[in-house]
């Protein structure tokens, strides 16, 4: 199954299998213990492992796929009257203090998931993984297979994560390549989750070379973001903006703190003349929010760089940080102003990740955390249900934990309603698999088709019925106008229609899950041409894991690191 | 052998007299309950009404305009509320009139038109919200020959019937996958309705070039109908049955 992020021409081939999860076993020719992929593959279970000794090996675990499946989420229901912790599976984790890969039993403790570790170096440590059992056990019945690039860039050798590049052992395409473009930034953010050394500002000539060899890997991409550092402080930032302003390319995001964007009138107006998105961070509304996350008040530049970015009617990206007992108050409020903004696309809440120069020293209870399913209930609570628990899912184009989101349906009357309030997404699942837009392909054409049936069949039970079939009508007036659209035009048309919220938990030294970076979509291309991972980069190629100076891992490679790719 | 459409509901439009009332007759005699809409005569209806309870039928009768769309949404949620489903749509309604394209006022097309294609469109869309609920339906429209061959008929009135092919086709595609069947009967010059204004020349023509070398008479058209909206032809949809006898 193609992740439908992105358009689809040259075809990348779906993965052989649905990768589900990671499961302890033995290598079959010596019997050395491994982990196991767990895969789907033509109705049965599969097992493939990567024994350092014997090579690629693979043992058939059971022949009814869907049944493994049902009692794999039944493992996740706890048996009643227990006390203590329940045992839901087991994955690979890291030792919060020597990073070192280890075993963790994943266990539910009064509703909730924590990894228990045990590092022979160290000794044991356990982490909040996530504050709802029932939504993460569930997670995994949104499974689905995934999409490889026209191109892997290395090969698998040693096995998850030291080849990573990305390898033919990783699940899924490129969905969203990040490119940091400089080191430089003009704030020392507390949170901050790179580690920026002021020392580069990579030439065009290089992005140049990353964005061709990324359209060699993904033939095209719905989306590519540019980061930092802090993007806008690289001298030639419009110049790389431009570089990646291509027809294989859906759409250019730049991600931003705003304080630029708020200064530089003539800078905003280039980014709206290029038709470029801009990512804001906007961690809150209040000075101490941004002071203990961001270093400082930035209360009237983020309230500038909102007022050019609405005047400029520029595509927004909304991005949220999360942090518990800093900002999760200002869920609702962030909330409420991605709403009454047309020009709001999505907004993306990260709950926090405790890695990187800021981050990895950030004070915090790793058994007392925000999580996806913590801050959908502080969305639920601060919008008074207009976006409720409900309506969210688990994205499975990534690892079903990493990711979940909601649509939300533009109005006549200016107001939005989640999909899932007419929608039944388990019915559904197509709609679910983008992680930006619904693309024209037949089989989201399909399930629009029967969504729109079934509203029409249904009006008169479903909560505003009737207004969500004008907008549906509308939504198709504007997308199918009577003058022709070109492709560029009925992206941008198609991605008014309606917006998204999604919440993207990165991982940390805690609660690190080598099944979940398997199949990570967002990927930092580098310069050497290798396309990483984004947890996998964070935790062992930065070397900022748990703040500056962390050594890198042996197999670890710094940002910018040369031989330049070719 | 049970009978045809044992224990459906259906709608037909324009069911007080002509071909319509043969419609309602012949799916009552198969075994549905018939409620149909007419415009005019009540007192037609009522004849429609008698006739289908004197065979031991049920019936309802429904003074609601095809071209009045809030009140055959609301005959259609009667309809559901009462029988909890709508099975099987006719849409009937139509008439005709003679006349050269040269005479022709704006306000004949208008008319011919809206009563044939538009008021097909609007019972279909009223009944659709239940079949898609259901996932099963019939849709039967009634075309003409003269929507599907070259004849000599008022040009008003084969665009109509030739669009209501058009309408089915596509309807078919679109709404398939939800059980639904649409099909288009296409009958020849019948013994009554709309036939009655057929000059002797043209009928005496017709049965020329008529293998059966006769009209047909409304109960065979009416039949057919019965037959399309019924469990067995469960596979056909999107067809045009033309009912002629070879012409």
Redo the contacts between chains.
């Keep these: 199954m193609d992740c439908t992020s992105c358009d689809t021409t040259p075809p990348r081939p779906d993965r052989p299998h649905t990768f589900f999860a990671h499961e302890q076993d033995a290598c079959p020719a010596c019997a050395t213990a491994v982990e196991a992929r767990v895969v789907l593959r033509d109705g049965k279970v599969v097992h493939l492992m990567r024994c350092t000794a014997c090579g690629p090996q693979e043992r058939e675990v059971s022949t009814d796929a869907e049944g493994y499946v049902r009692s794999f989420l039944a493992r996740g229901v706890v048996p009643d009257g227990l006390v203590g912790d329940h045992l839901f599976k087991h994955t690979t984790s890291t030792c919060p203090k020597c990073l070192a890969l280890v075993t963790a039993d994943v266990v539910i403790r009064r509703g909730q998931v924590y990894f228990l570790k045990d590092c022979r170096q160290c000794g044991p440590s356990e982490a909040l993984v996530s504050e709802d059992a029932n939504y993460y056990v569930k997670a995994y019945a949104f499974a689905r297979a995934g999409t490889q690039p026209l191109k892997f860039r290395t090969e698998a050798e040693h096995g998850c994560p030291t080849d990573c590049g990305t390898c033919d052992d990783h699940e899924q395409h490129t969905c969203l390549p990040i490119v940091e473009v400089t080191d430089h930034c003009n704030l020392e953010c507390p949170i901050c989750i790179v580690d920026n050394q002021y020392s580069k500002h990579m030439e065009p000539a290089t992005f140049q070379k990353i964005v061709d060899g990324l359209i060699e890997a993904e033939g095209v991409c719905e989306t590519i973001a540019l980061s930092g550092g802090e993007p806008t402080s690289h001298p030639k930032i419009l110049e790389l903006l431009a570089i990646a302003n291509r027809p294989e390319i859906g759409r250019v995001v730049l991600i931003t703190n705003g304080i630029r964007l708020g200064k530089d009138r003539v800078f905003a107006q280039a980014l709206k003349d290029m038709g470029v998105y801009v990512g804001l961070q906007l961690d809150g509304f209040t000075a101490d929010v941004h002071t203990k996350i961001r270093g400082r008040d930035l209360v009237s530049e983020k309230d500038a760089a909102l007022a050019i970015l609405k005047e400029l009617d520029i595509p927004t990206q909304l991005i949220f940080v999360a942090t518990r007992g800093v900002n999760d108050h200002q869920i609702g409020q962030v909330v409420e102003l991605f709403l009454s903004g047309s020009h709001f696309l999505s907004l993306n809440f990260q709950p926090v990740a405790y890695t990187g120069h800021g981050g990895g020293t950030f004070v915090h209870d790793p058994n007392d955390r925000l999580t996806i399913p913590g801050v959908i209930r502080h969305i639920d609570q601060q919008t008074g249900g207009k976006v409720g628990y409900t309506d969210f899912f688990p994205l499975p184009c990534s690892h079903p934990q990493c990711v979940s989101l909601t649509y939300l349906l533009r109005l006549e009357d200016g107001t939005s309603i989640p999909f899932a309030r007419f929608i039944d997404f388990e019915k559904h699942a197509t709609l679910l698999r983008s992680s930006a837009t619904l693309p024209a392909t037949p089989e989201v054409e399909d399930a629009l088709?029967?969504v729109i049936?079934?509203v029409?069949?249904?009006?008169d039970e479903i909560p505003r019925g009737p207004e969500i079939l004008a907008a549906l009508r509308r939504s198709l007036d504007e997308m199918f106008p009577k003058k022709p659209l070109s492709s560029r035009e009925a992206f941008r048309v198609s991605e008014r229609q309606s917006k998204s919220i999604f919440l993207h938990h990165y991982m940390d030294r805690h609660d690190f899950d080598l099944e979940r970076l398997r199949k990570c979509c967002h990927h930092y291309p580098q310069i050497d041409g290798k396309i990483m991972p984004a947890c996998g980069f964070n935790m062992f190629h930065r070397g900022a894991a748990k703040g500056p100076d962390t050594p890198r891992a042996t197999f670890g490679r710094a940002p910018f690191s040369l031989p330049v790719l070719q | 052998m049970s009978a045809l459409c044992a224990g459906r509901i259906a709608l037909v439009t324009g069911g007080s007299r002509g071909l319509g009332r043969a419609i309602c007759l012949s799916l009552a005699r198969e075994g549905a309950f018939v409620a149909f809409n007419y415009a005019k005569s009540d007192e037609d209806a009522a004849i429609t009404v008698a006739q289908i309870e004197a065979a031991g039928g049920r019936a309802s009768a429904h003074k609601v305009s095809v071209l009045d769309k809030p009140g055959l949404a609301e005959l259609v949620k009667s309809l559901d509320r009462e029988h909890g489903k709508v099975d099987i749509l006719v849409n009937n309604a139509g008439y005709g009139q003679v006349v050269p394209l040269a005479l022709m006022e704006e306000s004949d097309w208008d008319e011919m038109l809206d009563t044939h294609v538009k008021g097909a469109f609007l019972a279909t869309q009223a009944v659709l919200r239940v079949m898609v609920r259901q996932k099963y339906g019939r849709i039967i429209n009634v075309g003409s020959l003269a929507g599907v061959k070259m004849m000599q008929a008022p040009v008003h009135y084969a665009t109509a019937k030739a669009a209501l092919k058009g309408f089915t086709e596509s309807l078919a595609k679109e709404i398939g996958r939800y059980g639904i069947t649409v099909n288009c009967v296409a009958p020849g010059v019948l013994d009554e309705g709309v036939s009655d204004h057929l000059p002797p020349a043209r009928k005496e023509e017709y049965i020329r070039h008529c293998a059966m070398r006769r009209v047909g008479k409304l109960s065979e058209a009416a039949d057919m109908i019965a037959f399309i909206a019924s469990e067995r032809a469960s596979y056909t949809s999107g067809a045009t049955l033309v009912v002629d006898g070879a012409v």
């Excluded at chain 1, 029409?456 to 009006?459: D, P």
């Design positions: 088709s029967d049936h079934d029409f069949a249904r009006q």
